[in-house]
């Protein structure tokens, strides 16, 4: 699969296509969900990449069905977006890339507008993001990097494309992997569980927020970490979904 791009290929790309090029809303939401599957060093089925689809919000009327899904891929293999492998997996092109880096800029930034200029809270800012992310112009996309002080990763921890900000830092692990007795600060938190978000918004499992490991019992599936806000438990299941770097002692 192609390479991220450095940050001036990226704005090159960015001034060469107008708002009037880009794809339709329904081959967006699919390039976003390819794009952050390969930021994850995912390549999907069109299996899974159905059940990734399922995670969007209802609003954005996608049809999650396999038959659906392998259709719509295969529109977007006539595209040029997506190649199939003979291992029936979905890879990005080029230009299925660019595609993907250029929504999830503005699906990111629209979090950030959410959160930080209109003051709504955290789990809110993904469902929002969507309805926004689609009819965000070029003027708008440079004015909303502007007002926001250039940030280079999202409200959740995944990076901005064109920021030249890698898809995950060189010493990020897995929360279910930390040691105890350690302090890490969270890198990057799931985005799509709304509920589970409130959840960890409460407990300052968030981005930039240290944490430590207290104890780890995978035999009872349950992590126990030390937070600003007390003691938390989480299960196996959301500690790996929750990226950590290493952190000052605790």
Known sequence: MPNPRTPKQALESRRA???EDRHSPVTENYLLSLYKLWEDSEVPTVTQLTDNLKQLPPTEGLGTSVPSVAGMVRRMEKQGLVEIGSDKRI???????????????????????????????LHRAYVEAHQLEHGMSRDLETRLMECLGHPKKSPFGRPIPGTGQPKVPSDALRLDAAATGTAYLVERVPEEDEELLRFLAESLIVPEHQ????????????????????????????AQQILVVPGSDP
């Open 91 to 121: 890879r990005l092109t080029r230009r299925g890339v660019e595609g993907g880096e250029d929504i999830a800029r503005r699906h990111r930034l629209a979090e950030w507008l959410v959160v930080r200029l209109l003051g709504m809270d």
């Open 17 to 19: 296509v107008s708002s």
């Open 211 to 238: 944490i430590t490991v207290l104890e780890a019992a995978p035999y009872r599936g349950v992590l126990t970490v030390k937070t600003q806000q007390g003691e938390v438990s989480l299960g196996y299941n959301v």
